[in-house]
Every structure is written in C-alpha cells, then in structure tokens.
C-alpha cells in the first residue's frame, strides 16, 4: 500500500472512533440514567486517551511526510489530518484526557446549578475547566494569541481581531433597529397550552418537511437543543413549552439544518476528514438560514399557520399575517436560544466579550455573574433576574467550548450572504415556500454548500456559494428590511 493509502485507512478507524465518542454524548444528553455521570466522564476520558493517541502516533507524521496525492480530495484530506497531528500533537495526553473527564462531569454539574438558580455551587467547576481550556490554549498557541488558538478549534483560518472588527459594525445597526422596533406595540402573542405529544409529532413532520432524513436521523427531547454525528446517523434534539410552541419548532427547524448539512455530504467522504462540517460558522449558517430565512418567511409561515391549526386548533391568531408577525416577534428576553432574529447576535457578542475577558485573565470567574448581569443590563436596559436566565444558562462554558460562541454570529453573517444567492438562483422561492414546499432551497443549499463537507476551507466555501467575499451587510439590510416591514419603520 502506498502511504496516503495507509494513512487513510488509519484515519477511518480515528474517525469512528470519533463518532462513538460523539454518541456517548448524545446519549449523556437524552437518555443517560442521572447517577451513571461520573463514570460516564472516566468513559470519555478514556476514549479521549486512545483518541489523543491516535492523533499523535509518528506513523501519521511518517505517512503524511511520504503521502503522494494527486487529486483535490487527495490534497484536502491530508491538509486536514495535518492540522489535526500538529495541533494534538502540541497538547500533552494527559491534559487531554483530563479535558474530557473534567468537562463530562461539569455538565452533570452546570445542569444541578441551572436547575438550583445557584452560580455559586458551579463556580468551583467552571473555574477548574477555565484553567485547563487556559493550558490547552497556551500549548496550542506557543507564543501566539490564546483566544485565536481556542477559535481555530471551531473556525479555522478566522481571528478574533477579523471578528471583532466585524461585530463592531454589526452592533450599533443592531442596537438602532432593537430601539426603533420596542418603540413600537408588540402583537400579541399565542395562547392557550399546547400538549407537548403535538408539538413532538408537529416538529417531526416539519424535519421531514426541511429533507431530514428520518432514516439516518432521529429527533428526541433534550435540555439544550443540538444535532449529533455524521453521515448515516445524524440525531438532533429539540425541547417542548407548554405555553410555547415556536420553541420546538424552531428548534427542531434549526437543528435541522445542521442535521441535514451532515446528512448531505458526499457519502464518498464517509469516516473521513472531509465527512463533517468544515467548521462551526458555516454549521450555523444552514441552521439560521433553514430557521430564519426559511423557516420565519412571510411565504413558510403562512404554510405552517395551516399546519398549527391543524395541530392544535384555534390558538388565538386570527390570519396568516398576524401569524407572521407573532412568529417575528421582537421583545425583551433573556435566553440567547429563545431570541429573535434582531437581538440574537447581542446575545452572542455579550458572550463573546466576556469569554475572551475570561481567558486574558481580565475577567475571573469570581467575578464573572456579576460582568454578566452588568453586561446584560447595558445591551438590553433591563436586569437579569435569576442565573438560570443570565450566566447558567448555556451549556458551553461547561464542556470547555471556550471560542465556540462568536462561530454563531459569524453563521448568521454567512446565511446573510447565502440568502442574497439563494433568492437570485431561485427567484419564485416564495412561491413553494408556500406551499411548505423547501426542496428548491434546501436542494440549493445541498449542492453549493452541504455536499462539500471539509473539501474547502470555511471561508471559500462561503465565497464559491455566495460569489462573493463574506460580509455583514447582506444580514443587516434582510433584518432592516424584513423587521422594518413588519413594524412600519
């Protein structure tokens, strides 16, 4: 066998690896018994072990210096192994396998805390992780930027100055589009309980509505909506409210396009570098494109008025328009996931700020609820009132997924871009919208975006679908031209 050959038949044994690994946490989110936490986490660490071990074996430095390639795939598949040898390769095993033990049970602990309302009784774990995502990012780093180290886990290629400079023109546009909006009356809102059984059976009609495939996938109840592995078994979650069916909706609409970006990559790339999303930015970018763009339209909403009466009868809106307006709403919140499409990304950018405070050191943990809740004051003018609405209410500080959060802002800027694209390819997109009809669009999605998988690198695969250099101004004048309809601004 040649090198590259036996490279990559290595590689599909990590690569599986990988996806066992995966389901443990998704199976730690959904159906794992509360007392099996801790050995869950010894379970994880250990996997991680033989993961890290794997990543840095010589013969993959060996096989990569010898590998002879002659094609694109070729080419990307060992750029991607690369990256992977020389980035784990700087961090030692055992810190490794302490990331993945320490973080396992910070989950188990973090929810407790959640749940309590109580900051304090998470503080001692959340400053344990902020410790070991600090080594990581420094051994990643060498001498350079920490936080650009922890980012490249998510967006490779992207840098926290790019970004920042970025959301520094996304903000103040954001802030005087949230002002003129809460200066206007708020529709009302739906009323009535919603039995959560419906709002289940609802939420997997409309998986299947979007192209997830129900045979590689599945859709359970989780505290954190997330979508899970690649290929054939692509799972998601959503979670129901009683008194608010639009959050498993769109949850499950947004979980969905994850879902179906790894459900529609090239099967030839199966177990693979290339058979995953090529980074989280362009991850979110089909999640916020299939929930907002698509899923909140003026054309899918009509349709999906239809369907809720259907579900659940008369629940206090009396037409599609005034639907469209309630599923659009703009309002004071608090949760990030719960946000509308206006205040979204000040959510995010709070996140982003404190985080990067957390990991210069500017900001210790000690001090972290209280930052937050004087952030969150300043951005939306009025107070957090318990943790589980203000710094508990993510899950991501927990597992160590510290650079994770600006990836979402930076895939609502790339679905910005793609909209633009998508709108001039399939001009009577409303049209099927309409009639609940998404395979134009998500078909679309597919062929520029989805099937490549990691062939290209993030940014270009935004540039080729798009033909143009990613910016935020297509997101700002959709969200200008979109809210000021609804609100007559």
């Not at 590259?4 to 389901?23: N, P, S, V």
């Not at 809102?189 to 609802?202: C, I, P, R, T, Y």
């Not at 998404?438 to 540039?463: D, K």
Request: net charge negative; glycine share 8%.
């Amino acid at each position: 066998m040649t090198a590259y050959k036996d490279l990559m038949e290595f590689q599909r044994e990590t690569e599986a690896l990988g996806q066992i690994a995966g389901r443990l946490g998704w199976d730690q989110e959904t159906m794992m018994p509360r007392a099996a936490a801790a050995q869950r986490a010894e379970e994880m660490a250990a996997i991680e072990s033989v993961l890290h071990a794997r990543r840095t074996d010589p013969r993959v430095g060996d096989w990569l210096a010898a590998a002879e390639t002659s094609g694109e795939v070729e080419v990307a598949n060992l750029r991607h192994i690369r990256r992977q040898f020389e980035r784990t390769s700087k961090v030692p095993a055992r810190l490794a396998a302490e990331i993945a033990r320490v973080t396992s049970a910070a989950q188990g602990i973090w929810a407790e805390a959640r749940a309590a309302d109580d900051f304090a009784a998470f503080a001692p774990t959340l400053r344990e992780v902020l410790a070991l995502k600090r080594e990581e990012g420094a051994a990643l780093a060498a001498d350079g930027d920490v936080y650009d180290a922890m980012l490249d886990d998510y967006e490779p290629g992207a840098t926290a100055a790019e970004l920042s400079a970025m959301f520094d023109a996304l903000r103040p546009r954001l802030v005087a589009l949230r002002a003129a909006i809460l200066d206007r009356p708020a529709p009302a809102g739906v009323s009535g309980e919603f039995d959560e059984g419906a709002q289940m059976k609802l939420s997997r009609m409309i998986a299947k509505t979007f192209g997830y495939d129900m045979s590689k996938g599945r859709v359970d109840k989780a505290v954190h909506p997330f979508s899970s592995g690649s290929g054939t078994d692509v799972r998601i979650t959503t979670r129901t409210n009683p008194l608010d069916p639009f959050n498993c909706i769109y949850s499950t609409i947004h979980e969905v396009g994850h879902g179906a970006y790894e459900q529609n990559i090239d099967p030839d790339y199966l177990l693979t570098p290339l058979g995953a999303g090529v980074s989280m930015g362009v991850h979110e970018s089909q999640s916020r494109i299939y929930e907002n763009q698509l899923g909140r339209s003026r054309a899918f909403t009509g349709w999906l008025y239809g369907q809720m009466r259907d579900a659940f009868g008369d629940f206090g809106i009396a037409d599609e328009d005034a639907f469209y307006a309630v599923v659009n709403r703009v309002t004071n919140g608090y949760i990030r996931t719960e946000a509308d499409e206006v205040q979204y990304n000040l959510h995010v950018l709070l996140r982003y700020d404190l985080e990067r405070a957390l990991v210069s050191r500017d900001l210790e943990v000690d001090d972290l609820e209280a930052a937050w809740n004087d952030r969150f004051a300043a951005d939306f003018g009025f107070a957090v009132d318990k943790p589980s609405n203000g710094v508990l209410q993510d899950v991501h500080w927990s597992v160590g997924l510290f650079g994770y959060f600006p990836t979402y802002t930076l895939g609502n800027v790339y679905a910005g871009c793609l909209h633009d694209a998508l709108r001039a390819a399939v001009p009577d997109l409303d049209d099927q919208l309409a009639q609940g009809d998404t395979a134009r669009a998500t078909g679309w999605l597919r062929q520029n975006v989805q099937r490549h998988g990691g062939l290209h690198e993030p940014r270009t695969v935004i540039e080729m679908a798009s033909g143009a250099a990613p910016s935020e101004g297509p997101l700002l004048s959709y969200l200008e031209g979109k809210f000021g309809a609804i609100y007559g601004l």
